[in-house]
């Protein structure tokens, strides 16, 4: 290694290097069409050209990606060598996984470091197609709308892990719905992260890609769930999902990052809303080492409405970072964005909520806020709600608050009965409860609200013993 080189940016290098040798393969092979090619060359290119971040660049001021030196000698899995299947020994044989997995009234589609498991899964809903296996009619799809919705925005916003997930694209999955259709169950794809294939390294790299075209009056509801295969398996994930709303069409996306601790994940949800197109969704990031997820949604035709509810926890020595973005480029749209943060031990989350009202953008309602609750005096939240207006004629607002426990809601429980401990517990998932109220699967509502409740239980980390009379909340900024 050079002495310049610093060992993340020997990350940047590395994985340059072998997308051009997977490259390489795959043309030797004649196995890439090519969409394809063009899709993975423009990717290795833009992710040349762009800098490694480092504490200097604003979008990534807060989260050092120092740690991904770990992942120079992993096992780069699927992504450097020819699959379509999975080896017998994968993860979801294991309890580990089957435990994780949740019980939905929904198709089920498993990929393991982003190669679908046939046997694992349920058959595919029509319109429903891997990239290696599309048809003519589902290659022309994929071909007009891959890498078309992250490249959207201007070429100083694109997603530095957008383009590297370009160029390591070699499958993934395409769910189309066609024209008034409205699916009979939701789709619940399960991004499973294995242990490595080989004893030489003791850590996975996967690269994860999802395509979702609704067409004009569609309705569809989409569950992606991320878990890890194995408590303790390092892992680097690299996952990006693209979503193009046509006129009319109404999706609810579910986003669920419930990985082990061991692991790292970098995704995005890039989102495309036509005219009178719906879109809500939800998320939730708890137990990475390192969890950076990035949001970029584009009011592309009048009339869209967008609301997007967000939850994370992030304890131990944790990092969860959250950035979105709704670019309202158009006029009578609205946005409305709830995020709330438990960050115990010595965590750190971070949260960059970004509004921008185009001049054109005439009638915009945009809301966002921010909560965040502190259950240790080390942990740590930078939150920064950002709104940028070029029109005079719209409603927006935002805010953000850093509190710990209110200690007048703590004494009414107890002087109701409720021990001190069961209080905390009480008023610490509260605050995140009402958010998950809010979904619209009740399968997803319970199997949520089981897992949050007993792991508030188990981990005292999230439950708050600092309570403090003079709550220290912070409004930033209402326009």
């Given at each position: ?46 992710f040349a050209r762009t800098s490694w971040p480092g504490r200097k660049t604003e ?421």
């Open positions: 290694m050079s002495a310049s080189v610093t060992p993340a940016a020997e990350f940047h290098q590395h994985a340059l290097t072998l997308a051009a040798a997977q490259s390489a393969a795959m043309a030797r092979d004649n196995s890439s069409p090519a969409w394809m090619t063009t899709l993975r060359e423009q990717g290795a290119a833009d979008q990534w001021k807060y989260t050092s990606l120092q740690s991904f030196q770990d992942f120079l000698a992993a096992d780069w899995g699927s992504a450097t060598v020819a699959a379509t299947t999975v080896d017998a020994d994968a993860a979801t044989s294991g309890s580990a996984v089957s435990s994780s997995l949740l019980t939905l009234s929904a198709t089920r589609l498993i990929f393991v470091d982003g190669v679908f498991d046939a046997e694992a899964s349920d058959a595919m809903p029509s319109g429903t197609t891997l990239f290696s296996l599309a048809d003519a009619a589902a290659e022309k799809i994929i071909a007009d709308n891959l890498g078309r919705v992250a490249g959207s925005v201007d070429a100083q916003r694109r997603n530095l892990f957008a383009m590297l997930n370009n160029a390591w694209t070699r499958d993934g999955l395409l769910v189309h719905v066609p024209r008034s259709v409205t699916l009979e169950k939701p789709i619940y794809i399960a991004h499973v992260s294995s242990a490595p294939s080989t004893q030489r390294t003791d850590a996975t790299v996967a690269n994860q890609r999802v395509l979702v075209v609704m067409e004009e009056g569609s309705n569809a509801q989409i569950i992606e769930h991320y878990i890890g295969s194995e408590p303790g398996q390092p892992a680097f994930v690299n996952a990006l999902t693209e979503i193009q709303l046509g006129n009319n069409a109404q999706l609810h996306h579910t986003r669920l990052n419930m990985e082990d601790e061991a692991l790292s994940h970098v995704g995005g949800v890039h989102l495309n809303l036509q005219r009178d197109s719906r879109f809500s969704g939800f998320t939730i990031a708890e137990g990475s080492r390192l969890k950076r997820i990035d949001y970029q949604m584009n009011h592309c035709g009048q009339g869209a409405e967008l609301k997007l509810d967000g939850v994370y926890l992030a304890r131990h020595k944790q990092l969860v970072d959250y950035h979105t973005t709704i670019e309202h480029r158009v006029p009578h749209c609205t946005s409305q964005e709830v995020f709330r943060g438990i960050i115990g031990d010595k965590a750190k989350a971070v949260f960059n909520g970004r509004i921008h009202i185009h001049k054109d953008a005439q009638k915009t309602l945009a809301e966002l806020n921010n909560r965040n609750l502190l259950t240790s005096n080390s942990a740590e939240i930078d939150t920064k709600p950002e709104l940028e207006i070029y029109a005079d004629d719209v409603r927006c607002a935002h805010g953000a608050t850093i509190s710990q426990l209110d200690e007048t809601a703590l004494y009414y429980l107890q002087s109701r009965g409720i021990s001190p401990a069961q209080a905390r517990v009480m008023l610490s998932f509260g605050f995140i409860n009402e958010l998950l109220q809010g979904l619209p699967h009740e399968d997803i509502k319970t199997a949520l609200g089981t897992h949050l409740s007993a792991l508030f239980a188990a981990d005292r980390a999230l439950v708050s013993d600092v309570a403090l009379a003079d709550v220290d909340a912070v409004e930033k900024g209402r326009a």
